[in-house]
């Protein structure tokens, strides 16, 4: 009879194993999970200088307030309108992508190339706004003053509603497209070689071969990376919308971060950005299941 080993024996075992997953677990524990401790301060009028034992318990008044503050639904509004609009054009850009440097045959230069697309992701949004304002500036931009040469009035790119959606989501797809085909070319690594000879063979194009073979063979895949990229819908990062947007483009800029952003850091209401920040937790987890419910219904896996 097989005697059951304890815990104690795989710790001992795999001891160096376990030490090298510590990091990665402390980083969860200090930085994701002791601060949920914080959401206490959502239900409290909470007071920097008595703090969460201190402070008083007012349950739903934080967010009542802010459901009745039209600030927090234009934010809302923008911080959806902003993350689709961006899913709308990077998504399929990203898998077409992926498809284009797949079917590179010569090695030095696919391999140059996936260099130089994933290089942007790893630059600051400070140096990607900085090089946003230098290129699109109305009066001394690179682009505009290349626009006035052929005979076209300068655009209002960063001071525009919508030429500033058009500015954001060009500069989010220039920094984050490379990094995105990554997954996608690692599951095109696992299509079976001899599909596409036997696909040559039967007369099929290189088109075809793409249309038949690829595509079906990274659909599970592009299925999982969609129900993620819209679990997110509402969260959006702090850095391009605040450092891109200005006073003129407000009313478009204005999403959840920077809101909370100035609610928590500028105003030191850090119970009602707190508030926010659970409520915005909750309907992303919300948007998760319904869309991985609609994913299983058309036939995909899911995540859940």
């Not at 898998?95 to 797949?102: F, P, R, S, T, V």
């Not at 600051?124 to 040469?149: D, P």
């Amino acid at each position: 009879m097989k005697r059951k080993r304890g815990a104690l024996y795989y710790l001992k075992r795999d001891f160096w194993l376990y030490l090298c997953v510590l990091p990665v677990i402390l980083y969860y524990f200090i930085f994701k999970y002791l601060p949920m401790a914080g959401i206490v301060m959502a239900f409290q009028d909470y007071n920097i200088f008595k703090g969460i034992l201190g402070s008083e318990f007012v349950g739903m008044e934080n967010f009542l307030k802010i459901f009745k503050n039209q600030q927090f639904w234009n934010s809302i509004r923008n911080t959806l309108a902003l993350n689709l609009a961006t899913l709308a054009v990077s998504f399929p850009l990203t898998i077409m992508l992926a498809l284009m440097l797949n079917e590179l045959r010569a090695v030095k230069f696919k391999r140059v190339s996936q260099s130089l697309l994933y290089l942007p992701h790893f630059i600051s949004w400070v140096v990607v706004a900085g090089i946003a304002q230098n290129l699109f500036n109305m009066s001394n931009g690179t682009v505009n003053k290349m626009l006035e040469g052929i005979g076209v009035g300068p655009i209002p790119f960063l001071s525009n509603n919508a030429w500033w959606v058009f500015t954001y989501i060009l500069c989010n797809i220039w920094k984050e497209i490379g990094w995105g085909t990554i997954i996608y070319l690692a599951a095109l690594t696992g299509v079976d070689e001899s599909l596409y000879e036997a696909a040559y063979l039967d007369g099929a194009t290189r088109l075809q071969r793409i249309r038949y073979i690829t595509l079906p063979m990274i659909k599970s895949v592009a299925a999982t990376m969609l129900i993620l990229n819209v679990s997110k819908m509402m969260s959006i990062g702090l850095d391009a919308p605040l450092l891109l947007g200005n006073t003129k483009v407000m009313a478009i800029s204005e999403v959840i971060s920077t809101y909370v952003y100035r609610l928590g850091i500028e105003k030191a209401q850090y119970d009602l950005a707190t508030a926010i920040g659970l409520f915005q937790s909750l309907v992303n987890i919300v948007i998760l299941v319904v869309v991985d419910r609609a994913a299983k219904l058309m036939g995909e896996e899911g995540i859940l």
